[in-house]
């Protein structure tokens, strides 16, 4: 029988480029200086079909390793926002009111708050069923502000 840390390594084998938190501890020693992306997922178990996925849309973000810090919901918005690394928000299925923040996030709208621009949108899995919801997302959030 595997161990459970042989599970967690062949879970997350197709998502080497970003890292993943899966504590509020973990988050904040994730959270460098070199960090301006939290993307925040309903939960950090993926799979390979979305977990590809996510790698595709962080990628053509032009996004690295060191910029991104993925986390869920059990981390909340109050513990890392002193981080001024901290410039970009991207809730995927997630509401604001899920991670701390008492706002309501249009999908697909950068929104300015807390000195942060924050895009939310539909879950992945939800993104793969619609494709137009992955164009909207791209076109109209990701696009404008990571894609010089």
Not at 70 to 91: A, E, F, G, N, P
Not at 128 to 148: C, D, G, R
Request: glycine fraction near 2%; aromatic fraction near 10%; charged fraction near 15%.
């Amino acid at each position: 029988m595997a161990s459970p840390t042989d599970f967690y390594a062949q879970l997350f084998n197709t998502n080497t480029l970003f890292k993943i938190t899966n504590s509020q501890t973990d988050a904040l020693e994730k959270i460098s200086a070199s960090t301006s992306v939290i993307v925040v997922l309903p939960s950090l178990i993926l799979s390979n079909e979305n977990g590809s996925q996510l790698n595709k849309i962080l990628a053509a973000c032009n996004l690295t390793n060191d910029q991104v810090c993925l986390l869920d919901t059990q981390s909340q918005w109050q513990h890392i926002r002193d981080h001024s690394s901290i410039k970009y928000v991207i809730l995927f299925g997630v509401t604001g009111q899920e991670f701390g923040v008492n706002v309501n996030f249009p999908y697909h709208i950068p929104i300015q708050f807390d000195e942060t621009t924050w895009i939310a949108s539909s879950n992945i899995e939800t993104m793969q069923t619609q494709p137009h919801l992955k164009a909207e997302l791209w076109n109209k959030a990701l696009k404008p502000i990571f894609v010089k």
